[in-house]
């Protein structure tokens, strides 16, 4: 059965970055996926984390970057990204220019299952 979802529930973040989850365990108690909207402001940044999901970016304006251990992913305004669980990743923006992004998270992002480094 179709099931409308009014609205999003805002994740508090350290930082700046404002996370409005959509589908997930904090809005809708779904584990098995979430979609949420993001908003990073220029020079946003977080802590390395080695996540137990998949996640799918499309940044819809600006650029986020993805670093990895093989480098540095510079992800565009109508590009995607695909980090998958058990890698170690670092999401950021640039110094000069924030994001407006998409993420799904499969299964459904916890805190507790992004595993994010204490720095």
Request: aromatic residues 6%.
């Amino acid at each position: 059965m179709a099931e409308l979802v009014e609205k999003a529930t805002r994740v508090p973040v350290p930082g700046g970055k404002v996370i409005d989850e959509y589908i997930g365990r904090v809005n809708t108690g779904e584990e098995a996926v979430s979609i949420a909207h993001m908003v990073a402001p220029a020079g946003w940044t977080e802590p390395f984390q080695t996540p137990e999901f998949d996640e799918y970016t499309l940044v819809l304006r600006g650029r986020v970057t993805v670093e990895t251990p093989n480098g540095v992913i510079e992800v565009r305004a109508g590009q995607a990204v695909v980090t998958r669980a058990g890698e170690r990743i670092r999401y950021a923006t640039p110094a000069d220019e924030g994001a407006e992004y998409v993420a799904v998270c499969r299964p459904a992002f916890g805190p507790d299952l992004a595993h994010r480094d204490s720095d």
